[in-house]
């Protein structure tokens, strides 16, 4: 659609809420998963730390005999530790490697610290710079000189009396957590940008969407506007001119007077005509007519042989000074009835059958047909006229749309008839369909259901 800068500015504005909206649901969605993410990180890690000083102190305990001292035994148990007055042996047997498999981990680390907080014994992968703190609560997170963090346990130990010994503080890196959160964090924002263009893009399509009726009912608005504006104008300005013309003659005879209200009172039939189906329709719309829910509040039995007859004697006076055969065609013997009001459906037909006659040239025809098929009447109005090219059909029940608008000044229609006939069908919960080859002539159908007996 061509939009003017207002309607596009509306659209941007849509368009920026809706994915700004989506952004802010998107980012709480995800670090809601990534704080979940590094909840089950830190719950496995802090289980798995658990699990190997639990071990180790199972296996400490029972062999501890003064507090803060390791006898031989111990250090048999633990083989790659290094006291801490004496240097770490280079080389070990494959024996002593594997003997405690928990700590002969890369990321973990052990300390045995005595009770006043000195380092008594460390594993051979203590990280450099990591700070020797008294175990104020059980769970501790460090950062050693290079920046690596590391999640700690502290357990007391005791000795085969039960005297407190100090404590045992066992550390896993977290480099490689990180590491893994950190892609995490990259993925998840790459995927956020990537969808957030989506949403973009989407947001600029579903905001297209959402103004689409809008911007056609503002056209539809300003096309009825200037349409309207036209139509008033022309008999308007005859008025104008006529007066003006008459305030020229000095004397005017009697003659003159009558001739020119003459020309007042056609201009002014004109214009009550056009505003009289204006109001029709505005009362139409705003009184809900158009829904196929609404029912008439008077609703009466309408008898549609009697309204096709009827159109069919009214018109034949004007059908035969336009030189065209009207011919009426009752298909049914039994009565069809409909509920609704008959004035209106009356009128319904009437601009249908007009509309026939002033597009039909002079040896032309229309048929005026009424037929039953299953629950509904069809009435059906067939013109051997000019017909109507397939581009004009979707406009034709538009307002003030006329398909040959010089045909339609000469005989004085203003565009409204077969509007103002398609709001009456549908009023009545029926249709109008319309068949059409230029040059062949047109057909409109009328379709209403039938009252239930």
């Not at 509904?376 to 109507?388: N, S, V």
Request: contains cysteine.
């Amino acid at each position: 659609m061509s939009e003017n800068r207002l309607f596009r500015r509306r659209r941007w504005w849509l368009a920026s809420w809706y994915t700004g909206i989506m952004g802010v649901i998107l980012s709480l969605c995800g670090l809601g998963v990534y704080e979940a993410i590094v909840r089950a990180h830190r719950v496995n890690i802090d289980s798995e730390v658990k699990s190997v000083a639990g071990t180790l102190h199972d296996s400490l305990e029972p062999v501890l005999k003064q507090p803060g001292q390791l006898t031989p035994v111990a250090q048999e148990v633990l083989p790659n530790l290094c006291l801490k007055a004496i240097h770490c042996p280079i080389q070990r047997t494959d024996l002593e490697r594997h003997r405690v498999s928990e700590i002969r981990k890369d990321s973990y680390y052990l300390r045995l610290v005595d009770r006043s907080g000195e380092l008594v014994a460390f594993s051979e992968q203590l990280p450099e710079g990591l700070p020797l703190l008294r175990p104020q609560q059980r769970w501790q997170t460090l950062t050693s000189d290079k920046g690596i963090h590391y999640r700690q346990i502290s357990l007391w130990l005791h000795t085969q009396d039960n005297r407190r010994w100090g404590y045992l503080q066992v550390g896993r890196s977290l480099e490689d957590i990180e590491d893994n959160l950190a892609a995490i964090r990259g993925i998840m924002l790459l995927g956020l940008s990537i969808t957030m263009l989506i949403v973009g893009a989407s947001s600029w399509w579903l905001a297209k969407l959402a103004m689409q009726p809008i911007y056609d009912s503002y056209r539809q608005i300003q096309q009825f506007t200037g349409d309207a504006a036209h139509e008033l104008r022309t008999p308007l300005a005859a008025i104008q001119a006529t007066i003006e013309s008459t305030l020229r003659i000095s004397q005017l005879s009697d003659s003159e007077a009558r001739e020119t209200l003459q020309v007042v009172k056609r201009q002014d039939q004109r214009l009550s005509q056009l505003v009289d189906s204006l109001l029709l329709l505005s009362r139409m719309e705003r009184r809900g007519w158009l829904s196929r829910q609404n029912q008439y509040s008077h609703s009466d039995r309408v008898s549609l042989h009697d309204i096709v007859s009827d159109v069919a004697e009214e018109l034949a006076p004007l059908a035969m000074a336009a030189g065209v055969k009207l011919i009426t065609d009752i298909r049914v013997q039994q009565s069809l009835e409909v509920m609704g009001n008959e004035q209106q459906l009356y009128r319904l037909v009437t601009n249908l059958v007009t509309n026939g006659i002033q597009y039909t040239a002079a040896d032309g025809k229309v048929n005026l047909t009424l037929d039953r098929y299953q629950q509904e009447a069809l009435i059906a109005i067939q013109d051997t006229g000019i017909g109507i090219a397939p581009m004009q059909q979707t406009r034709i029940f538009d307002r003030f749309y006329r398909v040959n608008s010089d045909r339609s000044r000469i005989t004085g229609g203003f565009g409204l008839g077969l509007p103002i006939a398609a709001a009456i069908a549908q009023a009545h919960q029926g249709s109008i369909h319309l068949q059409s080859q230029p040059g062949k002539g047109t057909t409109f159908t009328i379709r209403l259901p039938l009252k239930r007996r």
